[in-house]
Nanobody, 125 residues
């Protein structure tokens, strides 16, 4: 079993900052690429930022220069530093990770994508 847990969401005023964390736990052999997605009210889920195991990054145009994605492989944790927040950044933020783990009750490795439950970010005055 693998679990991803996001934290750090909340209510912030426009121009403010938040730092999201995503911690992975369970029978993890290796975590490959990780990413942050978000889904705003009435919108489809979209990619915000992604990071490979060797720290190559990619960002949605709407957050470039404001958001920074990072990870700590030793802690199986990913972060999203969000600065200069705007009302349009309001959404539920989800983390996703490509993880190599063990099939339950076996020693057989299997690789799959895992998702967290989401954390709400609200930008409003």
């Amino acid at each position: 079993q693998v679990h991803l847990v996001e934290s750090g969401g909340g209510l912030v005023q426009p121009g403010g900052s938040l730092r999201l964390s995503c911690a992975a736990s369970g029978s993890i052999l290796r975590i490959y690429s990780m990413g942050w997605y978000r889904q705003g009210p009435g919108k489809q889920r979209e990619l915000v930022a992604a990071i490979t195991r060797d720290d190559s990054t990619d960002y949605a145009d709407s957050v470039k220069g404001r958001f920074t994605i990072s990870r700590d492989n030793a802690k199986n944790t990913m972060y999203l530093q969000m600065n200069s927040l705007k009302p349009e950044d309001t959404a539920v933020y989800y983390c996703c990770a490509d993880i190599n783990t063990l099939m339950p009750r076996t020693t057989i490795p299997v690789r799959d994508d895992y998702w967290g439950q989401g954390t709400q970010v609200t930008v409003s005055s």
